[in-house]
Nanobody
Framework: QVQLVESGGGLVQPGGSLRLSCAASGFTLDYYAIGWFRQAPGKEREGVSCISSNSGIKNYADSVKGRFTISRDNAKNMVYLQMDSLKPEDTAVYYC?????????????????WGQGTQVTVSS
């Protein structure tokens, strides 16, 4: 069955970095776009970044442009989100999800399969 498993979250100080990983299984990653979303307490889930199947298209939310970098390794069935210069407002549960295309703006309804999420907390 389709599975997406996030890892790499944790507690980091403002200005620090984290690298999130999304391990895909049960399908051929080469054929699908992958998106990263986040949800903070009391807020709606928002799209952070997405990457097309061949890495030709990458989109970022304005709030993370220049700080986050998405990448993928189809041979390893992995997608990554490198997060630098982290801010307290980046605190949220981060999810990876499978979609058919990397479009902007990112809509959660366009992604069918989701991981369980990984907590990222940015605090001093």
């Amino acid at each position: 069955q389709v599975q997406l498993v996030e890892s790499g979250g944790g507690l980091v100080q403002p200005g620090g970095s984290l690298r999130l990983s999304c391990a895909a299984s049960g399908f051929t990653l080469d054929y699908y776009a992958i998106g990263w979303f986040r949800q903070a307490p009391g807020k709606e889930r928002e799209g952070v970044s997405c990457i097309s199947s061949n890495s030709g298209i990458k989109n970022y939310a304005d709030s993370v442009k220049g700080r986050f970098t998405i990448s993928r390794d189809n041979a390893k069935n992995m997608v990554y989100l490198q997060m630098d210069s982290l801010k307290p407002e980046d605190t949220a549960v981060y999810y990876c999800a499978r979609g058919n295309a990397c479009l902007a703006p990112m809509k959660p309804s366009s992604y069918r399969y989701w991981g369980q999420g990984t907590q990222v907390t940015v605090s001093s």
